[in-house]
């Protein structure tokens, strides 16, 4: 069974860039994963998926200070000249046969 | 415009069944799964269970089997999730969201805005 692992908070000046980690559990660092996007009382949005050759595929209207990458059995998220509007809580997910996984997100802070 | 739509938050007392449901449109209703996520107060994102409407096949997560039932009507583009008797517990957000692929079940591309049950006496 996969299990992703995210660290619970993260905190970064405005205008700064910072790196999000999502972790596959052992045996799975083939596995792609996808990021999610959750504002403060708003529902989440969907931003990328990152593969485990570290390409990944961003949605539309996603601003290009949004990248990611992966190593091993880490996949990332690093946004780049953090805004105020980019403090949420961010999921990863991944999928096998018959099941959706989420990571227990990580809550940014920018301040 | 491609989105999912959901149905209006609900009040209910403990013991009371309940419906929600999500209208899809401006794609093949019928060719992606749909499936439903659970966001209790303050928490993350629970996977709950996934339906086909081509053909109703519907996987839950063993966390929530016996709990809720999933169903789609395909003539009206719209899958539902419901329950037959609610407790406390069950006050939460609901989202509904829909897979990138046709066909596949793979990373959610498209979420649903939520819809709020609150369960009180």
């Known amino acids: 069974q996969v299990v992703l692992t995210q660290s619970p908070s993260v905190s970064a000046p405005p205008g700064a860039s910072v790196k999000l980690t999502c972790t596959l559990n052992?045996?799975?660092?083939?596995?792609?994963i996808a990021w999610h996007q959750q504002q403060p009382e708003r529902g989440p949005r969907y931003l990328m998926t990152?593969?485990?050759?570290?390409?990944?595929n961003k949605g539309d209207g996603i601003p290009d200070r949004f990248s990611g990458s992966s190593s091993g059995t880490e996949r990332y998220l690093t946004i780049s000249s953090l805004q105020s509007e980019d403090e949420a809580d961010y999921y990863c997910q991944t999928w096998g046969p018959d099941i959706w996984v989420f990571g227990g997100g990580t809550k940014l802070a920018v301040l | 415009e491609v989105q999912l739509v959901q149905s209006r938050a609900e009040v209910k007392k403990p013991g009371e069944s309940l419906e929600i449901s999500c209208q899809g449109s401006g794609y093949r209703f019928t060719s992606y799964w749909i499936g439903w996520v659970r966001q209790m107060p303050g928490k993350d994102l629970e996977w709950m269970g996934i339906?086909?409407?081509?053909?109703?096949?519907?996987r839950y997560n063993p966390s929530f089997e016996g709990q809720v039932t999933i169903s789609a009507d395909t003539s009206i583009s719209t899958a539902y999730l419901q329950w037959d008797s609610l407790r406390a517990s069950d006050t939460a957000m609901y989202y509904c969201?829909?897979?990138?692929?046709?066909?596949?079940?793979?990373?959610?591309?498209?979420w649903g805005q939520g819809t709020l049950v609150t369960v009180s006496s």
């Open positions: 969201a829909r897979p990138q692929g046709m066909a596949t079940l793979n990373w959610i591309d498209l």
């Open positions: 339906i086909y409407p081509h053909d109703s096949d519907t």
């Open positions: 990152v593969d485990s050759d570290g390409s990944h």
């Open positions: 052992s045996g799975h660092s083939s596995y792609a």
